[in-house]
């Protein structure tokens, strides 16, 4: 059963909520190890001593590093792991190195197959279908697109409804996105909260939305499933 754990932000200036999400799969568990996979970032040892630090006496954190690491290696690690726990930064980056590193079908399989994941921003976006909601600039020049495609919805992090016509950009935008791809928008605001368990999608914390083809946007309640 698919389980995916999926944030705008990890936490309130820190990375508590990451930090709660993977908790139930590592309490009880003989040495249990997560694996970190900061590639949507170019300061990857940045944020490696960062989440070795906040998940200390909790998880051992095992790098899977794109750059360095060959394939078998990388597949040992996700064998091993309780957890696979994707950060942010740029998705187009993120979903780029999956693909030339040989991961994303061993990855996409394993994620499908149920191991579970918790993903910020980046790392919640390339759960879905493909990254094609993603804000970020396609720096790389990336011409994969495809992703995990362990969830119906694609997603859209840092949505902010409120802000001056910011929401109205981006609702248009996402209205070209339907001109060309059929299923839905989750747009999270920072904040949100979203859990996948097997096809049942829920929002458990924070303010998001839902976009679907030749609808309007709706807002979604907190505990109620969310229909594609």
Known sequence: MIN?????????????????????????????????????????NQWLDYTVREFKGLAQIELIDTERMDLPKMEAIIRRARVVYISGGN?????????????????????QAGLPVV????????CGP???????MNSVQTDRFDALNATPFNFLAHYDADAYGQSAVHDDWLSDYHTFHDNPVIMLSDGAY?????????????????????????????????VP
């Open 130 to 136: 493909n990254i094609l909601t993603s804000k970020d």
């Open 91 to 111: 998705t187009f980056l993120l979903n780029h190195r999956l693909h030339i590193s040989g991961l994303m079908p061993f990855l996409r399989k394993k994620v």
């Open 4 to 44: 995916l754990h999926l944030l705008s932000t990890p936490g309130d200036r820190d990375i508590r909520w990451v930090l709660d999400a993977c908790r139930p799969y590592l309490d009880d568990k003989d040495e249990p190890s997560v694996a970190f996979m900061p590639q949507a970032s170019l300061n990857v």
């Open 194 to 226: 979203v859990k996948v368990e097997g096809k049942k999608t829920t929002l458990v914390r924070g303010d998001a939305w839902v976009l679907k083809k030749d609808s309007e946007k709706e807002k979604l309640i907190v505990g109620e499933t969310i």
């Open 119 to 126: 993903g910020f921003s980046a790392g919640a976006i390339v």
